[in-house]
């Protein structure tokens, strides 16, 4: 069984860094596309970025690009999410997902972890 656990959330102020990190178990995580997705409180989950299988390749929504970093441990079978410059509309939970597929979309990834949360504050 896949499992997904992320780590690193917690209340930071604006302008500041914080890096989330998801570890992966019960699955080839060398094999699986990964992603981030993010929801705040009464919206969508919404896509934040994805790096492909061998990590050369990362995709980012508008309004993380050139914030937030994608990167992979496939030795440690830990997928990374580098978010710099935060802003209080960075506030949400934070999820990160298991696929086959390289893309932006939720149906993309069969696996989930349970989220992680991210409290930026002014």
């Known amino acids: 069984q896949v499992q997904l656990v992320e780590s690193g959330g917690g209340l930071v102020q604006t302008g500041t860094s914080l890096r989330l990190s998801c570890a992966v178990s019960?699955?080839?995580?060398?094999?699986?596309?990964m992603g981030w997705f993010r929801q705040a409180p009464g919206e969508e989950r919404q896509f934040v970025g994805a790096?492909?299988?061998?990590?050369?390749?990362?995709l980012y929504d508008d309004a993380v690009k050139g914030r937030f970093i994608i990167s992979r441990d496939n030795a440690r079978s830990t997928v990374y999410l580098q978010m710099n410059r935060v802003t209080v509309e960075d506030t949400a939970a934070y999820y990160c997902?298991?696929?086959?597929?390289?893309?932006?979309?939720?149906?993309?990834?069969?696996?989930w972890g349970q989220g992680t949360q991210v409290t930026v504050s002014s």
């Open positions: 790096i492909s299988v061998g990590g050369d390749r990362t």
């Open positions: 019960g699955g080839r995580f060398s094999a699986y596309v």
């Open positions: 997902a298991a696929g086959a597929r390289f893309g932006p979309t939720a149906d993309l990834y069969g696996y």
